[in-house]
């Protein structure tokens, strides 16, 4: 089966950097994503990892090692509208089967 | 240029009735999602389509069915509601090779 792991809770204050892991052990990995989500909507795309590196997309990164089964999205200079909930998603098998981990939800203090 | 779509947003059922949930896509993707999403949780998969005509069971199958048969939309049948079936209700599909999951707007599902 598929397991995912996230911290339920972070705080982080404006304008500071925050690191969100994930944890992961699956077969067949085919990708991992991060999705942000608000309260009462839907999740946005953020970014999407198959291979072991660093990919920067503005003020959010996500880093992954397919060897640790092991990703992290970054965020950098933290804004008050960046508190929402931050889900990491695996992608596996040849079905292509999105599992979702139980999501972190970060809180930006002034 | 829809996207995805779900019908319906809001819905109340009784115990034991039925009801479907209809999910529609317009970019001829291949994959497509059933998930539900409890208060302060993540996304359960519950069912899964990698294709027409196919489907497959997810983390949590029990007390729903589903139908892929026409490559745009993906049906998901509670057949006999139950309280603990109260839930945000997301569609999402995806093409093969692609990066991007695109959700729906969530069906608020409450049975009582």
């Known amino acids: 089966g598929q397991n995912i792991d996230q911290p339920t809770e972070m705080t982080a204050t404006e304008g500071a950097i925050v690191q969100i892991n994930c944890t992961y052990q699956t077969s067949g990995f085919n990708g991992l994503f991060w999705y942000q989500q608000h309260a009462g909507e839907a999740p946005t795309f953020l970014s999407y990892n198959v291979l072991d590196g660093l990919e920067e997309k503005g003020r959010f990164s996500s880093f992954l090692s397919r060897s640790k089964g092991y990703s992290y999205l970054l965020l950098k200079e933290l804004q008050m509208k960046d508190s929402a909930s931050y889900l990491c998603?695996?992608?596996?098998?040849?079905?292509?089967?999105?599992?979702f981990g139980g999501g972190t939800r970060l809180m930006v203090k002034p | 240029n829809a996207g995805v779509t779900q019908t319906p947003k809001f819905r109340v059922l009784k115990t034991g009735q039925s009801m479907t949930l209809l999910c529609a896509q317009d970019?001829?993707?291949?994959?497509m999602y059933w998930y539900r999403q409890d208060p302060g949780m993540g996304l359960r998969l519950i069912h899964y389509s990698v294709g027409e005509g196919t489907t497959a069971k997810g983390e949590v199958p029990d007390g729903y069915n589903v139908s892929r048969l026409k490559k745009q939309n993906f049906l998901l049948g509670l057949e006999s509601a139950a309280p603990s079936q109260t839930s945000v209700y997301f569609c999402?599909?995806?093409?093969?090779?692609?990066?991007?999951?695109?959700f729906g707007e969530g069906s608020w599902l409450t049975v009582v």
């Open positions: 998603a695996v992608r596996s098998g040849a079905g292509n089967m999105l599992t």
């Open positions: 970019m001829n993707h291949e994959y």
């Open positions: 999402a599909s995806l093409q093969g090779a692609g990066n991007t999951i695109y």
